[in-house]
């Protein structure tokens, strides 16, 4: 029971860290595209 609780609460930091990580690189992506575009 205790393994289960403990997988299920690594899942969940998994998949913030992951979110924020994706959420991150996506703006930095568009930041850097807007960037690209401006220099034109």
Do not use: E, F, P, T
Not at 1 to 15: K, R, Y
Not at 18 to 39: Q, T
């Amino acid at each position: 029971m205790l393994n289960i609780a403990v997988s299920i609460i690594v899942l969940i930091i998994c998949s913030i860290y992951l979110g924020w990580n994706a959420n991150y690189i996506y703006h930095d992506l568009k930041k850097r595209k807007r960037d690209k575009y401006g220099k034109q």
